[in-house]
C-alpha cells in the first residue's frame, strides 16, 4: 500500500511517498481502508518535531473508511463498517491500523468526506464550547483566524449558542467567509489593532471568553481584550508557541488562562462518543456547516501543508488515498 512517511523532522519536502505491506491489525485494532483523511494544523506540528513523534513515522490524525478487518477481542466493529476516528497517528495512508478505543461508527447520512472533515475540528469546537467553557446567549466571545478550520465552526457554534461573535481574520475574502459564519463583527487583524476594535465593540467591558489558536502573535493581547474573570482559551500556535509571560498580567483582570487539548475533553470512550455523536447531530441539523477548502490526493500532502501553513486555506484539507 502507498503511504506517507517522515523519516527526518522539517518542511513539507519531508512526506514522502513509501510502498509498504498492508499492515495486520493486532489484539484490540481495526484496520480501515481510507477514504478520506484529515488534514489538521497538528500535522505540521508533528513535520516539524514541534510536537515530536518517534521516527520514521506516518502523520495525520484523522481519517474515515471501512473496516477491512480486526484484531483479536474487537467486538465493536466488523469488516463492512464504515468508520472515522482521531487523536492517533497514521492516517496518511491507503490503510491505517487504529485501537478500536479511538474509532467511532459513522451515522446515516454523513459521508466519508464529511466524517474526515469534521471529527477533530468539530468536537474540538464541542469541548471549547461545552468543556472549557459553556457559552451563554449574550456571552460576547472573540474568535481568532475565523476563517479556518476550527474557527469558522467555532463561529457557527457560538453563534447557534446565542453569543455575540467578534472574528479576527487577515484578509477580506476571509472577512467575507467569517461573517458568512455568523459572526457580528469581523476584524481585520492585519489592518487594524484588534485590541482597539474589541475595547470599541465592547465599550471598554471586554469579551468572557476569547478563542486564541494563533499564539504567539496575539497572545499578549487578547488577555487585554477580556473583561474581569473573562477566560483565555489558548488552544493552539499556528503563529509559534507562546513565550514564557509573567503570570501577575492575569492578576490585572483576575483573569482565567487554560491550554485546552481535545484528548483531555475526550479521556473516556463515553465521552469520545458522547461529543463525536453531538457533533455528527450539529452536521446532520445544520448548526455546523462544512466548508471543504481543497482536496488534494495522498501523494501530494506537502502541497496540503504548504496551503495550510501559508494561510491560504479556508475550511477543511482532505487528503484523498
Ligand atoms: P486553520 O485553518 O485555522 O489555519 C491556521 C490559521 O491561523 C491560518 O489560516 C491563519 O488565519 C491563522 N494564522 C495566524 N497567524 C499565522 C501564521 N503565522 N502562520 C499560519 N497561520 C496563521 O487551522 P486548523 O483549523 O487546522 O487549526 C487551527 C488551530 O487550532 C491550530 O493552531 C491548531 O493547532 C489548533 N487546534 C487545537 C486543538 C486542541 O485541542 N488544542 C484541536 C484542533 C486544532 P488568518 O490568515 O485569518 O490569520
Known amino acids: 500500500m502507498k503511504t506517507i512517511r517522515i523519516d527526518r523532522y522539517g518542511g513539507p519536502e519531508m512526506m514522502r511517498v513509501w510502498e509498504i505491506e498492508i499492515p495486520q491489525p493486532k489484539e484490540g485494532e481495526v484496520r480501515i481502508r481510507m477514504e478520506a483523511i484529515g488534514v489538521n494544523y497538528i500535522d505540521i506540528y508533528h513535520r516539524t518535531g514541534l510536537y515530536a513523534l518517534e521516527l520514521p513515522f506516518t502523520p495525520g490524525v484523522e481519517g474515515a473508511g471501512e473496516v477491512d478487518g480486526v484484531g483479536p477481542n474487537v467486538k465493536e466493529f466488523s469488516a463492512g463498517d464504515r468508520v472515522a476516528f482521531t487523536m492517533h497517528p497514521g492516517a496518511y495512508a491507503e490503510y491505517a491500523v487504529v485501537p478500536a478505543k479511538k474509532v467511532i461508527q459513522i451515522p446515516h447520512g454523513i459521508s466519508y468526506m464529511q466524517a474526515a472533515a469534521i471529527l477533530l475540528q468539530g468536537m474540538t469546537v464541542h469541548y471549547l464550547t461545552h468543556g472549557t467553557y459553556y457559552v451563554k446567549a449574550h456571552d460576547k466571545v472573540l474568535i481568532h483566524a475565523a476563517a479556518g478550520g476550527v474557527g469558522r465552526l467555532l463561529v457557527q457554534a ?78 493552539g500556535q499556528s503563529s509559534g508557541p507562546v513565550p514564557p509571560f509573567n503570570v501577575s498580567l492575569l492578576a490585572r483582570n483576575s483573569l482565567f488562562l487554560t491550554r485546552p487539548s481535545l484528548a483531555h475533553y475526550t479521556t473516556t470512550r463515553e ?51
Not at 459572526?183 to 465592547?202: G, H, P, Q
Request: net charge neutral; aromatic share 8%; proline share 2%.
Open 158 to 235: 457560538c453563534k447557534h449558542f446565542g453569543a455575540y461573535v467578534i472574528a479576527t481574520v487577515s484578509n477580506e475574502e476571509k472577512a467575507d467567509i467569517a461573517m458568512d459564519a455568523g459572526a457580528n463583527e469581523v476584524i481585520n487583524y492585519e489592518k487594524k489593532d484588534f485590541l482597539d476594535e474589541v475595547k470599541r465593540i465592547t465599550k471598554n467591558v471586554g469579551v468572557s471568553v476569547v478563542y486564541d489558536s494563533v499564539g504567539k502573535t496575539t497572545f499578549e493581547r487578547s488577555l487585554e481584550c477580556l473583561k474581569p474573570r473573562g477566560l483565555l482559551a489558548l488552544f
Open 271 to 321: 465521552e469520545l462518543l458522547e461529543r463525536a455523536s453531538e457533533v455528527f447531530q450539529w452536521v446532520q441539523t445544520g448548526v455546523l456547516k462544512i466548508r471543504m477548502d481543497q482536496t488534494f490526493p495522498l501523494a501530494q500532502a506537502a502541497e496540503a501543508h504548504i496551503r495550510l501553513e501559508c494561510r491560504a486555506s479556508t475550511g477543511k484539507i482532505l487528503l484523498l488515498p
